[in-house]
């Protein structure tokens, strides 16, 4: 069983940076390809950003050249660090992993980011 807690959202302002954090127990983290999604309010969750266990990263366009997913497996943890952030970046983000033995799909809580002046 794998848990994953994020952290680090909050309000900032436009062009401002923020960082959020994915603190995972429970598995083997440095075999887990990472993920970070958003929901923002009113629509459907995305994708944002995927880091694999050998630390390939792939971002989509929305964010691209703006975000940067990294990971300390030492630590067990993934970040996301969002530069330049815009008002539509507002969202709900979730750390998110997938395992293939057993095929199961494990969710943070979310946390809230919140870009308005």
């Known amino acids: 069983q794998v848990q994953l807690v994020e952290s680090g959202g909050g309000l900032v302002q436009p062009g401002g940076p923020l960082r959020l954090t994915c603190a995972a127990s429970?598995?083997?983290?440095?075999?887990?390809?990472m993920n970070w999604f958003r929901r923002a309010p009113g629509k459907e969750r995305e994708f944002v950003a995927t880091?694999?266990?050998?630390?390939?990263?792939y971002y989509a366009d929305s964010v691209k050249g703006r975000f940067t997913i990294s990971r300390d497996n030492a630590k067990n943890t993934v970040y996301l660090q969002m530069n330049s952030l815009k008002p539509d970046d507002t969202a709900v983000y979730y750390c998110?992993?997938?395992?293939?033995?057993?095929?199961?799909?494990?969710w943070g809580q979310g946390t809230q980011v919140t870009v308005s002046s």
């Open positions: 998110h992993t997938h395992t293939s033995y057993p095929p199961m799909d494990y």
């Open positions: 429970g598995g083997a983290f440095s075999s887990y390809r």
């Open positions: 880091i694999t266990s050998s630390g390939s990263t």
